[in-house]
């Protein structure tokens, strides 16, 4: 069975500085993993996805996430956080069907 | 292209009604899954469709059910509502190919008192 752990439920960042989100992921295959984001009363926006190829992946609004096999980790990050990048953010891996499997999401928030 | 479709946005009911919502997928899109998200439990899968039929499923009692339709819209109904199916329900499609992207609705919220 699958598993994504998402580290730290809560992260806080002033506005300006690096953002850093951490997800570690179990798969006994190679997975499809993804980064999504959820504003309030929204549903969920694709941030980035990683399938196969190249480990970098470049997303939205200036997002970017690393694929490291060696670690089970596709953490995510921005240079410079914005007010705007305040909301709730999903790592989720899916394998060989369709069914996502979700971290417990991380909630972004940008001081000023 | 219009995206994922969501009825109704917001639902009230009371313990042992049923309920039924449903999702209109991104035009061209055969796979539709649906999963409940609570702040308790955080996402869940409950199923996915294809071709009107149910291809995955989750680990949800059998009060929770679905279906598509051939022009592959698909509902979900819960009946003899419990407290706990309390949530927002979000619809997801995709094309039919493994590892695409899901692209999610804005959800319908579910209130059960």
């Not at chain 1, 690393?66 to 891996?93: Q, R």
């Amino acid at each position: 069975a699958q598993s994504v752990t998402q580290l730290g439920s809560h992260v806080s960042v002033s506005e300006g500085a690096l953002v850093l989100l951490r997800c570690n992921y179990s798969s006994s295959v190679p997975p499809y993993l993804f980064w999504y984001v959820q504003y309030p009363n929204q549903g969920l926006q694709l941030l980035l996805k990683y399938t196969t190829g190249a480990t970098l992946v470049k997303g939205i609004n200036g997002f970017e996430a690393e694929f490291k096999k060696s670690e089970t980790s596709f953490h995510l990050t921005k240079p410079s956080a914005h007010m705007s990048d305040a909301a709730e953010y999903f790592c989720a891996v899916s394998d060989a069907g369709n069914m996502l499997t979700f971290g417990g999401g991380t909630r972004l928030m940008v001081k000023p | 292209k219009a995206g994922v479709t969501q009825t109704p946005r917001y639902l009230i009911k009371t313990r042992g009604q049923q309920v039924t919502l449903s999702c209109s997928p991104i035009s061209g899109h055969r796979s539709v899954s649906w999963y409940q998200q609570t702040p308790g439990q955080g996402l869940q899968f409950l199923f996915e469709y294809f071709s009107e039929t149910q291809r995955n499923k989750g680990n949800f009692p059998g009060r929770f059910s679905g279906r598509q339709f051939s022009n592959s819209r698909s509902e979900m109904n819960v009946s003899t509502l419990e407290l706990g199916d309390s949530a927002l329900y979000l619809c997801a499609s995709s094309s039919w190919r493994v590892g695409e992207t899901q692209y999610f609705g804005p959800g319908t919220r579910l209130l059960v008192l």
